[in-house]
Nanobody, 120 residues
């Protein structure tokens, strides 16, 4: 089994910054891509940013230039640095990881989500 635990969410004023972290633990052989997704009330979950095992990054157009995704492979951790936050960024942010486990199984895992609220 693999667990993803997010932290760093909270309430911030528009224009402010937050840093999210997501640590993976369990029977991990290798973590391939990792990513951050978000789901606002009444909307579908959407991708925010992804990062490959070689740290190639991709961002949603709505966050380019303001958010930065990074990872520490030694710690099995992915980060999301969010700057110049906007009220429309209010959502539950979820961490995702494509994991090869010690049971020779490969699948996606999700964290429990962390709330980010941006006040205007």
């Amino acid at each position: 089994q693999v667990q993803l635990v997010e932290s760093g969410g909270g309430l911030v004023q528009a224009g402010g910054s937050l840093r999210l972290s997501c640590a993976a633990s369990g029977s991990i052989v290798k973590i391939n891509a990792m990513g951050w997704y978000r789901q606002a009330p009444g909307k579908q979950r959407e991708v925010v940013a992804t990062i490959s095992s070689r740290s190639v990054t991709n961002y949603a157009d709505s966050v380019k230039g303001r958010f930065t995704i990074s990872r520490d492979n030694a710690k099995n951790t992915v980060y999301l640095e969010m700057m110049s936050l906007k009220p429309e960024g209010t959502a539950v942010y979820y961490c995702n990881a494509d994991v090869l486990t010690g049971y020779s199984s490969r699948r996606d895992y999700w964290g429990q989500g962390t709330q980010v609220t941006v006040s205007s």
